[in-house]
Nanobody, 123 residues
Framework: VQLQASGGGLVQPGGSLKLSCTAS????????MAWFRQAPGKEREFVAA????????YYTDSVRGRFVISRDEASNMVYLQMNSLKPDDTATYYC?????????????????WGQGTLVTVSS
């Protein structure tokens, strides 16, 4: 499975941005997709996850109510709609996929990773 993330950029506080992740290859084996992020000097942290079926989703507390993870089944694309962005959201965002853990928040359960896309929230 190959993952390709895109959509990062510079946005003002309070603004919105939508990240995209294209999954290709043996996507029929996938059980869940997620977004993680890593700010400079910090560890990579969980942001949001969605089971491949869409029956379950999970968000970290700091983004719940502001971010939405979704999937376009026809194109195998996964999105992260980010609203009401804050400077603390500044980070490189990574999409990831797992084959047996559904909407897990636990990083080691993700076997596949895309390259990062940088999101900068600043005025």
């Amino acid at each position: 499975v190959q993952l390709q993330a895109s959509g990062g950029g510079l946005v003002q506080p309070g603004g919105s941005l939508k990240l995209s992740c294209t999954a290709s290859g043996r996507t029929t084996n996938l059980a869940g997709m997620a977004w993680f992020r890593q700010a400079p000097g910090k560890e990579r942290e969980f942001v949001a996850a969605r089971s491949w079926s869409g029956l379950s989703q999970y968000y970290t507390d700091s983004v719940r109510g502001r971010f939405v993870i979704s999937r376009d089944e026809a194109s195998n694309m996964v999105y992260l709609q980010m609203n009401s962005l804050k400077p603390d959201d500044t980070a490189t965002y990574y999409c990831a996929a797992n084959t047996g853990a559904g909407s897990s928040w636990y990083r080691p359960t993700y076997s596949y990773w895309g390259q990062g896309t940088l999101v900068t929230v600043s005025s």
